[in-house]
């Protein structure tokens, strides 16, 4: 009898526990991220496997340059749009609904043109979207850190001018991190931004209705300040909390 209970005990034990990882599970693969191939690569097959289990864990958009195109093919059911062809109110719109932007491969001209905010490559304009909306970017660094070689033969003076641009898009909230660390760095970031709490205060409130708003939709957690508020009620503004990650008003 005593044995029944105990194998009852490690059943009920094993089914509480294979529940819980289901529902981790199902909660990861509600959540929307983006991931970015806009640039050559020198080890496409390196980076192709990284994306490959950053889609066994989350809900994927591929935002994709033509060159990328015949890569994807592995990925079939996988939804991917060609950000040539795409309008960028049409991109803004895609954005929106992503907690999470993954550049799986970074080029010079990603770099630096991000750390000075020139917006004139589809993939630069993409990432500086993801900024003014507050979300996260994880960018691998493999293409563009000088290795070991490069750190002894190359001017100083260009070595210089890379570093500054790296320490400027950290500065602005970018994760620069290895490609074998990459899934584990949108993981934490991905936690990171659900626990995001964004201030409303009036001045927002004023400049919605300057612009014309009748609401503004705000993540779930953020905090609305009391001045907003009255403001918003006496402009007639509705703030809604909606949860970013899933796209919809809660």
Request: hydrophobic share 40%.
């Amino acid at each position: 009898m005593l044995v029944d209970v105990r194998t009852q005990v490690k059943m009920l034990v094993q089914q509480a526990v294979e529940a819980y990882l289901k529902n981790e599970l199902n909660t990861n693969k509600d959540s929307s991220i983006a991931i970015l191939l806009g640039y050559q690569s020198l080890n496409p097959s390196i980076v192709l496997e990284t994306v490959s289990q950053l889609l066994d864990t989350y809900d994927v958009t591929l935002l994709l340059t033509k060159e990328w195109l015949p890569l994807q093919e592995p990925w079939n059911g996988v939804p991917f749009v060609l950000i040539e062809e795409m309008a960028q109110q049409e991109l803004g719109a895609l954005l929106e609904k992503s907690s999470v932007l993954v550049v799986p491969q970074a080029s010079y001209s990603l770099l630096s043109k991000l750390s000075l905010t020139i917006d004139d490559e589809d993939p630069v304009w993409i990432a500086i979207q993801f900024q003014l909306l507050g979300k996260p970017i994880v960018m691998a660094n493999n293409d563009v850190e000088p290795n070991v070689y490069q750190q002894i033969h190359a001017p100083h003076s260009v070595q210089e001018r890379l570093q500054s641009y790296i320490r400027q898009i950290q500065t602005d909230q970018v994760k620069w991190v290895p490609l074998n660390k990459l899934v584990k760095a949108v993981d934490e970031q991905y936690a990171d931004y659900r626990e995001k709490q964004s201030l409303i205060l009036a001045k927002h409130v004023e400049r919605a209705f300057q612009d014309g708003l009748k609401e503004i939709e705000v993540p779930l957690k953020s905090r609305i300040t009391p001045a907003a508020k009255d403001l918003a009620r006496d402009l007639k503004i509705q703030i809604k909390q909606i949860d970013s990650s899933k796209g919809g008003t809660l």
